[in-house]
């Protein structure tokens, strides 16, 4: 790589440190904040995630400035998948789902934000001629189309019952 070429991919580094590390802190206050335990947990498995996410970033922007080219053998640590029609909430959010407006909220605001990663990484993919940078943005946005699709899950499962509760009918 070239100099320009360096500074290119560098600052799309930094851009999508940037946003992982703004997810990152996104699941933490939404795992400090919900009632829910076993939402607790998958917010910070979430958090976790972006974080790891961050650090494979900084590793290969250090790399890339360093050498003049990508790491090929730093990998992005597998996630573990959330199963099932609940995969953040447990069942008992429904017992309280008229008072879970900071939930669904927060469900709202990480579709949006993995909504956005994913687009930005693929678009990053686009843009760069090296396969190797190519290939890991691209898997970051199937990581962060996983979370995204995990997301959409809990919120369809939960939207109707949210809905009816709260006298809400859009049409």
């Known amino acids: 790589m070239n100099e320009q070429q360096i500074e290119a ?3 799309g580094l930094q851009k999508a440190m940037r946003s992982e590390f703004e997810g990152y802190h996104f699941y933490m206050l939404a795992a ?5 335990e076993k939402g607790q947990d998958a917010f910070r498995r979430l958090a976790k995630d972006e974080f790891d996410h961050m650090n494979y970033l900084q590793a290969q922007a250090d790399h890339i400035v360093k ?4 790491d090929e053998r730093l ?7 959330f199963d099932g029609p609940n995969p953040i909430f447990s069942d008992d959010i ?3 789902i008229k008072e879970a407006n900071y939930e669904m909220t927060v469900l709202s605001v990480g579709v949006q934000l993995e909504l956005n990663a994913m687009q930005t990484y693929r678009e990053m993919a686009s843009k760069t001629y090296d396969k190797v940078v190519s290939g890991f943005y691209l898997d970051l946005a199937n990581f962060e189309n996983s979370h995204y699709r995990m997301l959409v899950a809990q919120q369809d499962a939960l939207k109707e019952a949210y809905w009816t509760a709260n006298h809400f009918q859009p049409f």
């Open 75 to 81: 990998t992005l640590k597998q996630i573990q998948p």
């Open 94 to 96: 429904k017992s309280r």
């Open 9 to 11: 991919v560098v600052n």
């Open 32 to 36: 400090q904040n919900t009632k829910d």
């Open 67 to 70: 050498n003049h080219s990508p």
